[in-house]
């Protein structure tokens, strides 16, 4: 199984310790969204588009790179991960437009996980930040079992040599 993460992380890098930890497990380098050609997706079995949250919306790197996606014509496999400082509002959800939009592309959405992240945007900024120290080693520990999850469904999918 040939995997690649892709992921937004900025600010202090939330984002971007699930993404190691999921990239860990699936035997998959950790790319951003501006480095992707994003005709090379196609040479992939999965694939992670990943974002930290800002303003309750995804990064707009990671938003363009979707958007400049060609249309899959095989069968490629995606899952979706997030760090927030808040939880996701279901009206406004950040997952959803993300999950249609590669639908929409032709890819499988087959999963997404989420969790904490400390967040120090906006108001948050003049208290200290919320949510210090997330995600914590129990929140890699869950990306690491989502990833393994991920791994034995898209592996075991795989025709056997």
């Not at 003049?126 to 990306?143: K, M, S, V, W, Y």
């Amino acid at each position: 199984m040939k995997s690649l993460v892709v992921c937004a992380s900025r600010s202090h890098g939330n984002t971007r310790r699930v993404a190691d930890r999921i990239a860990e497990v699936l035997a998959a380098e950790v790319v951003t969204p501006e480095s992707v050609d994003p005709e090379i997706v196609r040479g992939y079995d999965l694939v992670g588009f990943g974002s930290g949250i800002y303003y309750m919306m995804v990064d707009a790197r990671l938003r363009k790179l979707i958007r400049r996606l060609p249309a899959v014509d095989r069968h490629i496999r995606a899952f979706t991960f997030f760090t927030s400082g808040a939880r996701e509002i279901p009206l406004l959800g950040y997952n959803k437009p993300v999950r249609e939009r590669l639908e929409q592309k032709g890819f499988e959405v087959i999963g997404s996980f989420s969790c904490r992240g400390f967040d120090t945007v906006g108001p948050f900024g003049f208290i200290g930040g919320i949510n210090r120290g997330r995600p914590d080693d129990l929140d890699l520990d869950r990306a690491a079992e989502f990833a393994e999850r991920l791994r034995e469904r898209v592996g075991g999918a795989q025709p056997a040599c």
